[in-house]
């Protein structure tokens, strides 16, 4: 059973950092792509950034808004993705999800990525 959880989300002013988990169960890392979504209320869900598998290369996407703030990245031998986040907007704040299509490659439509996590909130305020 594939199983995806999220951790790391808090309370911090602008400016500053965290890093979200998502750790997974049920498959096997090396062969899925694993993405990081975020969501506000009343907005649909965006693409923060992607890691594809490591037989892919672990190539890494981002959205322009993060780029150069956010850094993604994989430790396959403790089953988990991560999410740096670094200077920390207000408008970075949501519940930040994270996601498998259950394929090597980052697809561009939320729709293709088949699991989710239960997300974790992130609110960037003084």
């Known amino acids: 059973q594939v199983q995806l959880v999220e951790s790391g989300g808090g309370l911090v002013q602008p400016g500053g950092s965290l890093r979200l988990s998502c750790t997974y169960s049920g498959f096997i890392l090396d062969y899925y792509a694993i993405g990081w979504f975020r969501q506000v209320p009343g907005k649909e869900r965006e693409g923060v950034s992607c890691i594809s598998s490591s037989s892919s290369g672990s190539s890494t996407t981002y959205a322009d808004s993060v780029k150069g703030r956010f850094t993604i990245s994989r430790d396959n031998a403790k089953n988990t993705v991560y999410l740096q986040m670094n200077s920390l907007k207000p408008e970075d704040t949501a519940v930040y999800y994270c996601?498998?299509?259950?394929?090597?490659?980052?697809?561009?439509?939320?729709?293709?990525?088949?699991?989710w996590g239960q997300g974790t909130q992130v609110t960037v305020s003084s």
């Open positions: 996601a498998t299509p259950r394929h090597s490659g980052c697809p561009k439509n939320r729709y293709d990525y088949t699991y």
